[in-house]
T-cell receptor, first 112, second 116 residues
Framework: DQQVKQNSPSLSVQEGRISILNCDYT??????FLWYKKYPAEGPTFLIS?????DKNEDGRFTVFLNKSAKHLSLHIVPSQPGDSAVYFC???????????FGQGTRLTINP | EAGVAQSPRYKIIEKRQSVAFWCNPI?????LYWYQQILGQGPKLLIQ????????DSQLPKDRFSAERLKGVDSTLKIQPAKLEDSAVYLC??????????????FGPGTRLTVL
């Protein structure tokens, strides 16, 4: 039962362009959505989050959009930099709990 | 501020052997999590502690996995006996106990387990 899905295992983007990573979910009880970034041999690090009562949250080059009717969220990175090359995980929190449910991850490669 | 510490970083064992992982969370963090990340998948929560009590262990295979959090600080996760499908990265995370909203989870570097 995959409640959070990232359907693109990998994405390749030119440096300076926009990177768009997508995530779909099925559980209407999720109240927070998060993006984590993971480099090899390191643990995931928190990147940006959005509450289910909002539809957009922006932090520097990173913007997360939430479309509740479509149960879809996306992460935009503008402009993309070589240091952004990593695996990105979408995660969701069930209302009333701290437990996170993660997607499978998308490997982003930024080409110079 | 020191991050979440885990040891060992790597472990190779044969099936049916036992193994234990250790985690030291960020000082003052009341909540501690153990996740299992199989290659090509996202982290899956195994167990969540609040201080030294278990909050959620619904996805912990209790016939072979056990975990404890001594005095509400350090934690150990044990597998006995290990199976081939236990090969994964085991991640420990911790978070503070806030009044509401989302309390960010900070992850350690993980322990990569290979079962032969």
């Amino acid at each position: 039962d995959q409640q959070v899905k990232q359907n693109s295992p990998s994405l390749s983007v030119q440096e300076g362009r926009i990177s768009i990573l997508n995530c779909d979910y099925t559980n209407s009880m999720f109240d927070y959505f998060l993006w984590y970034k993971k480099y090899p041999a390191e643990g995931p690090t928190f990147l940006i989050s959005i509450s289910s009562i909002k539809d957009k949250n922006e932090d520097g080059r990173f913007t997360v959009f939430l479309n509740k009717s479509a149960k879809h969220l996306s992460l935009h990175i503008v402009p993309s930099q070589p240091g952004d090359s990593a695996v990105y995980f979408c995660a969701a929190r069930i209302q009333g709990a701290q437990k996170l449910v993660f997607g499978q991850g998308t490997r982003l490669t930024i080409n110079p | 501020e020191a991050g979440v510490a885990q040891s060992p970083r790597y472990k190779i064992i044969e099936k049916r052997q036992s193994v234990a992982f250790w985690c030291n969370p960020i000082s003052g963090h009341a909540t501690l999590y153990w996740y299992q990340q199989i290659l090509g998948q996202g982290p899956k929560l195994l167990i969540q502690f609040q201080n030294n009590g278990v909050v959620d262990d619904s996805q912990l295979p209790k016939d072979r996995f056990s975990a404890e959090r001594l005095k509400g600080v350090d934690s150990t996760l044990k597998i006995q006996p290990a199976k081939l499908e236990d090969s994964a990265v085991y991640l420990c995370a911790s978070s503070s106990r806030g009044a509401g909203g989302y309390n960010e989870q900070f992850f350690g570097p993980g322990t990569r387990l290979t079962v032969l």
